[in-house]
């Protein structure tokens, strides 16, 4: 089975610049995410697809960042225009959803974009 | 407060010693509990489910205390290659949380 494909894996930009990151799920995998890890710590949740719908962008900072799934498959995140603070790396993930009962999904990571803002 | 808290650790134990792990959370509505496990510059890859009657996947054992909220991970035997950081990850809501993960480093 294929994995979650991200590109590019790496991408300096100066800050004010925009960029964007791509992300194909695995195949048949309705549910698709974008995290957030900064050095040292956690995955933070920026936003998740139901098929080509928003279940939730709470903590996405909408006034730089934007994401959509056209046709509820590929994906695509930007942030413009960048801030240093926004380096970090940028996963995506996927999953089979809705959870059937008694059976915990997990989901499969990407390998990520790592992302320098100078 | 936060959703998910975990000790960062780092943990540093000698090869062969038990080593576990704790990971508090905050939502008692929670339904679905993970250990992921990540690689230094790698993906978080996920370890294993942790069921509300305990599992065991080998040397790893994962257990879920719903009255106290917290989920463990123990780990026997430990290997030189189960050093990383380990990450649980809770889901209330239909989302999925991480904790800022547990540094582990097994020395020789």
């Known amino acids: 089975e294929a994995g979650v494909a991200q590109s590019p894996r790496y991408k300096i930009i100066e800050k004010r610049q925009s960029v964007a990151f791509w992300c194909n799920p695995i195949?048949?995998?309705?549910?698709l995410y974008w995290y957030q890890q900064i050095l040292g710590q956690g995955p933070k949740l920026l936003i998740q697809?139901?098929?080509?719908?928003?279940?939730?962008d709470s903590q996405l900072p909408k006034d730089r960042f934007s994401a959509e799934r056209l046709k509820g498959v590929d994906s695509t995140l930007k942030i413009q225009p960048a801030k240093l603070e926004d380096s970090a790396v940028y996963l995506c993930?996927?999953?089979?959803?809705?959870?059937?009962?008694?059976?915990?999904?997990?989901?499969?990571f990407g390998s990520g974009t790592r992302l320098t803002v100078v | 407060r936060k959703e998910v808290e975990q000790d960062p650790g780092p943990f540093n134990v000698p090869e062969g010693a038990t080593v576990a792990f704790n990971c508090t959370y905050s939502?008692?509505?929670?339904?679905?509990f993970f250990w992921y496990r990540q690689d230094c510059r790698k993906e978080p890859k996920l370890l294993m489910s942790?069921?509300?009657s305990g599992n065991e996947d080998g040397r790893f054992t994962a257990q879920l205390n719903r009255a106290s909220q917290y989920i463990s991970l123990l780990i026997r035997d430990s290997k030189l290659s189960d050093s990383a950081t380990y990450l649980c990850?809770?889901?209330?809501?239909?989302?999925?949380?991480f904790g800022t993960g547990t540094s582990l480093t097994v020395i020789p």
């Open positions: 993930a996927s999953s089979l959803w809705p959870r059937t009962e008694g059976f915990n999904y997990g989901y499969t």
């Open positions: 195949s048949g995998h309705a549910t």
């Open positions: 697809f139901q098929n080509n719908g928003v279940v939730d």
């Open positions: 939502n008692s509505a929670s339904q679905s």
């Open positions: 942790v069921y509300s």
């Open positions: 990850v809770v889901n209330p809501r239909n989302q999925f949380y």
